[in-house]
């Protein structure tokens, strides 16, 4: 299974951008779907998670900016990010994962400019 994660790219603060990962089987819908990210300064981390009956949570630094969404359909989950900040660059990561499996995008660059 490959994760094709898009949308990265350099925004000024304030911002918006749409990170798109789409899945090359039918797993979004049975799928712990998250994205994470990372700097060279810090490790990986949780951003936003969509579980299979649809709730999400968030990282409380991204709560009321960033929305967590999937289209089942075209085996794609999304990452809605508003109000950006020079804080939120990072490469971004797609994972799918449930107990037999663990699945990584290849990353995509959000980089804020303030």
């Known amino acids: 299974v490959q994760l094709q994660a898009s949308g990265g790219g350099l925004v000024q603060a304030g911002g918006s951008l749409r990170l798109s990962c789409a899945a090359s089987?039918?797993?979004?819908?049975?799928?712990?779907m998250g994205w994470y990210r990372q700097t060279p300064e810090n490790e990986r981390e949780l951003v936003a998670r969509?579980?299979?009956?649809?709730?999400?949570d968030y990282q409380d630094s991204v709560k009321g900016r960033f929305t967590i969404s999937r289209d089942i359909r075209k085996n794609t989950v999304y990452l809605q990010m508003n109000s950006l900040k020079p804080e939120d660059t990072a490469v971004y990561y797609c994972?799918?994962?449930?107990?037999?499996?663990?699945?990584w995008g290849q990353g995509t660059l959000v980089t804020v400019s303030s």
């Open positions: 994972n799918a994962r449930r107990v037999d499996y663990n699945y």
């Open positions: 089987k039918n797993i979004v819908s049975g799928s712990y």
């Open positions: 969509i579980i299979p009956n649809g709730s999400t």
